[in-house]
């Protein structure tokens, strides 16, 4: 059974870049056609994408965080990773790391979120 | 704004039944994008459980049912139980903005 859980440091200053990795257990991240993803819930909010990577190549970034972000994969780890540069407090948020079966398939599992705050 | 809305909340006495509805626009659930729903306890991630408008993942109970109509989605949770009070979020594809969107969240207070 697939695991994921999220690792990185919980304070970021502003303007610096948030890094964060996911770790897969239980299974190869380099097998099946899986979209491993990064969401983030801001706190007392909803839900937001922030973008997957396909594991055969090729990234989708959320409009709105596309110039700011990188994600990308390290099969030989079982990893993959998020970074998002010149960050400010509007990036506080629980990061969440997950996985789908495709573009419009769903979530699971997740990994069980950590929280990072930037502030100086 | 969340591209797909949902009420922020909806109540219900225990044994009722509720729904919580999902709409969203002809670029993702009228074009025909799976809905997805899940499930959050405070402080906990997300728990799939409605997948595909209306399949349920192995040990959900049988109480939960997902529903589509044109451009909306619905969850329906009959015979409700303190348990169910938490925060659900519908989920799809939308081809504009060629990634995930997700509802505002919709809590469910069990009275």
């Known amino acids: 059974q697939v695991q994921l859980q999220e690792s990185g440091p919980g304070l970021v200053k502003p303007s610096q870049t948030l890094s964060l990795t996911c770790i897969v257990s239980g299974g190869s991240i380099s097998s099946g056609g899986y979209f491993w993803s990064w969401i983030r819930q801001h706190p007392g909010k909803g839900l937001e994408w922030i973008g997957y990577?396909?594991?055969?190549?090729?990234?989708y970034y959320s409009p709105s965080l596309k110039s700011r972000l990188t994600i990308s994969i390290d099969m030989s780890k079982n990893q993959f990773s998020l970074k998002l540069s010149s960050v400010t407090a509007a990036d506080t948020a629980v990061y969440y790391c997950?996985?789908?079966?495709?573009?419009?398939?769903?979530?699971?599992?997740w990994g069980r979120g950590t929280l990072v705050t930037v502030s100086s | 704004q969340s591209v797909l809305t949902q009420p922020p909340s909806v109540s219900g006495a225990p044994g009722q039944r509720i729904t919580i509805s999902c709409t969203g626009s002809?670029?993702?659930?009228?074009?025909?994008?799976?809905v997805h729903w899940y499930q959050q306890i405070p402080g906990t991630a997300p728990k799939l459980l409605i997948y595909g408008y209306s399949k349920r993942p192995s040990g959900v109970p049988d109480r939960f049912s997902g529903s589509k109509s044109g451009t909306s989605a619905s969850l329906a949770i009959s015979g409700l139980q303190a348990e169910d009070e938490a925060d659900y979020y519908c989920?799809?594809?939308?081809?504009?903005?060629?990634?995930?969107?997700f509802g505002g969240g919709t809590k469910l207070i069990v009275l």
């Open positions: 997950a996985r789908a079966g495709g573009y419009q398939l769903p979530y699971d599992p």
């Open positions: 989920h799809s594809y939308d081809k504009s903005l060629s990634g995930s969107v």
């Open positions: 002809s670029s993702n659930i009228g074009a025909g994008y799976d």
């Open positions: 990577i396909y594991n055969r190549g090729g990234t």
